[in-house]
T-cell receptor, first 113, second 113 residues
């Protein structure tokens, strides 16, 4: 099992450019998440999808959009990247919303210059 | 905002010693989870303790929960160099139909060979 797969692994963007982070899970999980991790800040929830067809804002949604394409896939889009969005982004999934075990992808390192 | 706060922020010990990390939180919780993150990787779930449990074991891991003090501790016994990682607590809260999982900022554990 691949688990949670996210791409790309590394990306450098110029301020104002747009990009989409892709995420897919093969565990038949209902819920999916996007987190960002900054030094000393832990993980902060950007957006989540409780189930296919629904998305909700997390703690830090500004500057991002998401799409739950189907049960497997949950993408994160930066419409106009800003240096403040330089971070490590993690996609995650769980069987139920904020369930007992959340499975994480390996992370995407994004630098906005 | 962060619910769980780990202490210490960094811990360095010799191989074979025990490592203890603490997590304090502010509001009532349904469960508390511990995750591990190796450098450059995603988070991996270690153990979950429910609010009505006081202690739980998994291999060399021992987790305690004191809901009266709103704190938890993670003990790793007989540490190994491979235990070097960041450890995060995450508090699960349930309020009516709303569920939430909030991560702390982590403890960086270094186990010296």
């Amino acid at each position: 099992n691949a688990g949670v797969t996210q791409t790309p692994k590394f990306q450098v963007l110029k301020t104002g450019q747009s990009m989409t982070l892709q995420c897919a899970q093969d565990m038949n999980h209902n819920s999916m998440y996007w987190y960002r991790q900054d030094p000393g800040m832990g993980l902060r929830l950007i957006y989540y999808s409780a189930s296919e067809g629904t998305t909700d804002k997390g703690e830090v949604p500004n500057g991002y959009n998401v799409s739950r394409l189907n049960k497997r896939e949950f993408s994160l889009r930066l419409e106009s990247a800003a240096p403040s969005q330089t971070s490590v982004y993690f996609c995650a999934s769980s069987l139920v919303l904020f369930g007992n075990t959340i499975y994480f992808g390996e992370g995407s390192w994004l630098t906005v210059v | 905002s962060q619910q769980g706060e780990e202490d210490p922020q960094a811990l360095s010990i010799q191989e074979g010693e025990n490592a203890t990390m603490n997590c304090s939180y502010k509001t009532s919780i349904n469960n508390l989870q511990w995750y591990r993150q190796n450098s450059g990787r995603g988070l991996v779930h270690l153990i979950l303790i429910r609010s009505n449990e006081r202690e739980k074991h998994s291999g060399r891991l021992r987790v305690t929960l004191d809901t009266s003090k709103k704190s938890s501790s993670l003990l790793i016994t007989a540490s190994r160099a491979a235990d070097t990682a960041s450890y995060f607590c995450a508090t699960g809260e349930v309020s009516g139909s709303a569920r939430q999982l909030t991560f702390g900022s982590g403890t960086q554990l270094t186990v010296l060979p």
